[in-house]
């Protein structure tokens, strides 16, 4: 059984910066995809960013690009979403997932972590 611990998160000045971390343990093999998805007050869950088991391919949402930057250690079985230039928008608990798939194309998440939260203000 896989198990997720984000760690990272806290409160930050607009125009800021924060790095997430996303630790991976009980995987054989290695996690496949890893993606950050974040569910603000009142709003539904939305993805974030992911990024290939090799890590050669990530994929962004739109209102982070340019912002952003999705990484992964796989000797550490850990990802890390490194954010800058933070806005009060931006602000919400974010959650690691991993998927059994090793490409972007067509992966599903089966497993979460409990969730960091971000806050974004001054």
């Known amino acids: 059984q896989v198990q997720l611990v984000e760690s990272g998160g806290g409160l930050v000045q607009p125009g800021g910066t924060l790095s997430l971390s996303c630790a991976a343990s009980?995987?054989?093999?290695?996690?496949?995809?890893m993606a950050w998805f974040r569910q603000a007050p009142g709003k539904e869950r939305e993805f974030v960013a992911s990024?290939?088991?090799?890590?050669?391919?990530?994929k962004y949402a739109d209102s982070v690009k340019g912002r952003f930057t999705i990484s992964r250690d796989n000797a550490k079985n850990t990802a890390y979403l490194r954010m800058t230039g933070l806005k009060s928008e931006d602000t919400a608990v974010y959650y690691c997932?991993?998927?059994?798939?090793?490409?972007?194309?067509?992966?599903?998440?089966?497993?979460w972590g409990q969730g960091t939260q971000v806050t974004v203000s001054s």
């Open positions: 997932a991993v998927s059994r798939n090793r490409y972007l194309s067509g992966a599903t998440y089966d497993t």
């Open positions: 009980g995987s054989a093999g290695g996690p496949g995809v």
């Open positions: 990024i290939s088991w090799t890590g050669e391919a990530s």
